[in-house]
């Protein structure tokens, strides 16, 4: 049975990933390691550890993008919480057969990582990301 | 200075916990560790760790709670993020000096922990609360 390892990410959508430094950098003391553009995700990420994991600030970069609309429609905020596992694939197929809603059914594969997102009306309205390093 | 020093927790607002355990427990297999009544509250809290961190499902216990008031208007879901600092009162004083809006300027004592909530006009909506165990 595929398993849990840790809370690898909380995403915060943010409309500007500067401004939001003024609360997480300036005022609580936290650093940014580094920001990630997403073109696929039409999005740029900006990376705040917290001990062994993490909060990303995710900003889009276009006005077409589901989280420009997200952010339209419910303001910022909270956006997702990213659970890391140790077999993904695995996990999907626990999933699955539990009757979970899938977003992705295949885990997409980035640099070092696979992603696959559960279905928030499987999670009580929460947005779940599944993560694995390999 | 002070700092913090992890993500203590993520809280989801849900209508039942029993429900929300569903998902959690039956089919990403982790384990709730115990519930709690928080009648100051108004509500009851299910406790899901995941490794040094925990996922808290805040049920309200009644109609008129804040919470049953926050899941009618916005829906249930991710509802705040607490970060655990090494001295609660250092980090509001700095917070304060820097213009962030605190909820509670004093914290809050339950048994061997002190709480305080960060107003989410500072902190790009997200409600944050600061923990520190004592």
Not at 76 to 94: R, S, T
Not at 104 to 122: C, Q
Request: hydrophobic content about 40%; some cysteine.
């Amino acid at each position: 049975m595929a398993k849990v390892l840790k809370i690898n990410h909380i995403a915060i959508a943010v409309p500007e990933i500067n401004e939001a430094l003024v609360f997480w950098q300036d005022a609580l003391g936290l650093k940014l390691s580094h920001t990630e553009d997403v073109p696929s995700q039409k999005s740029k990420v900006g990376f705040v550890p917290i001990s062994d994991s993490e909060v990303e600030l995710v900003q889009p970069t276009t006005s077409d993008s589901g989280l420009a609309k997200y952010i339209e429609k419910r303001g910022p905020g909270l956006h997702h919480i990213c659970l890391e596992v140790d077999n993904i694939e695995e996990m999907i197929a626990q999933l699955l057969e539990k009757g979970i809603h899938m977003i992705d059914e295949t885990p997409n594969t980035l640099e070092g990582r696979k992603m696959a997102f559960i279905h928030p009306k499987s999670t009580g309205s929460v947005l779940v990301e599944l993560y694995q390093l390999i």
